[in-house]
């Protein structure tokens, strides 16, 4: 696959920069494609279950605005929308190492290079040294990714490995740009009691899952088996966690070529829940109707039946907050019911597109998967605790 188009013009860094070419290969998954841009309502209020026995998908898309009505949902569904603003996302793309030049202050720089997966530094203004380079959460094969906070930079620079090579960057201002507006539900949206944010609720811009006119990564959808936890590795404390779901979605769509944002949900410090991944034009977020999950990118080589819900922030030496937490738990609960899934169990992941195969916890932290410290030290420790919260 290709670049996807973004519907802002893309600015070339100078000091011999030039635009990103050619396509990054994402990890192995597949998608089948629906309807419409539109989006669309609820999950929610769905009634207590016993046992193991599952939420229906109908149940499941009922619409929870408080009221307990129940009824609709807020795309296709009909229900009420009102225009809200978001800015659009801007972008700089450059190629190899050096210096890097914007005409806009970014809040990111992405970047994705071949090599060593720590092959690649990058340091911004006032910087004493270059910071190495991790990866973060997203993974890729034959070499290193890694989105950076840039701190409202104009300027930074890039040093790579005598072995590096295709290194690319680009500097994403989520925050700043020019304004689209985006019919929003009227009512709020909630996951049984945990408030959830639809794609225009948080400014998702649609076209960028598209390529000439195409679907860049068509929908595919398989049973749900396991759920796996991830986090961003994005500052904490984060002032404006919608700019950055932006970012990141700018991040997964464009500079790693998947198409859309790789995650499922995604969960920020104060609790909310943000809807990830397109999944279609039914009012079911992360599932068709007959309760399917749709292919996400989130575990690379695992992705197909994988749910994805990623904390925003870093959970190395600090744990979520209570809220995000709580959410997360709310969430996870929500869902094993929706599947009959016991979130404390273990099973043998089949992966339905190649049959590969791997024992892991049903729910799960992204190192299960992969090499790869995400969620972080402090969050794959407390997962034991949130298992047994999700199961009663």
Known sequence: MSQPPTPTST????????PVPGPIPAPTSDHRRKRSLSRRGAIGAGVAVAGAAALTPAVFAATDSGSGSGS???????????????????????????????????????????????????RFPGD?????????????DGG??????????????VTADSGTTEVRSLAIDPARGPARTFQVPSEPTRVRGVRYLSRPAWGADESKRYKNGQVNSPEKYYALQTITVHHTDTPNNDPDPAATVRGIYEYHAV??????????????????????????????????????????????????????????GTLV???????????LIRLIKVISRFKGLDPTGRTTFVNPVNGV????????????????????????????????????
């Open 11 to 18: 600015p070339t860094p100078s000091s011999g920069s030039s």
């Open 128 to 140: 004493s040294a270059f910071q190495q380079l991790s990866g973060g959460c997203a993974t890729v």
């Open 255 to 312: 500079t790693l070529d998947w198409g859309d944002i790789g995650y499922h949900f995604l969960i920020d410090e104060a609790g909310t829940v943000y809807e990830g991944r397109y999944s279609g034009d039914d009012p079911i977020p992360a599932f068709d109707t007959d309760g399917d999950l749709v292919t996400a990118f989130h575990t690379a080589g695992f992705n197909s039946g994988n749910l994805g819900i990623a904390l925003i």
């Open 144 to 157: 290193g990714t890694a989105l950076v906070a840039a701190g409202n930079a104009k300027t930074y620079e």
């Open 357 to 392: 195969t791997k024992d892991v916890n049903t729910v799960s932290g992204h190192r299960d998967w992969l090499q790869t410290d995400c969620p972080g030290r402090t969050m794959y420790d407390l997962l034991g605790e949130v298992r047994t919260a999700a199961a009663r």
């Open 72 to 122: 609709g949902g807020n795309g296709s569904g009909g229900s009420a929308t009102t225009r809200e603003q978001f800015p659009a996302t801007r972008s700089a793309a450059a190629t190899g190492t050096g210096t890097a030049t914007t005409s806009f202050a970014a809040s990111y720089v992405a970047l994705r290079w071949s090599g060593a997966q720590h092959g690649a530094a990058i």
């Open 317 to 327: 030496d600090q744990g979520p907050t209570d809220a995000a937490k709580a959410s």
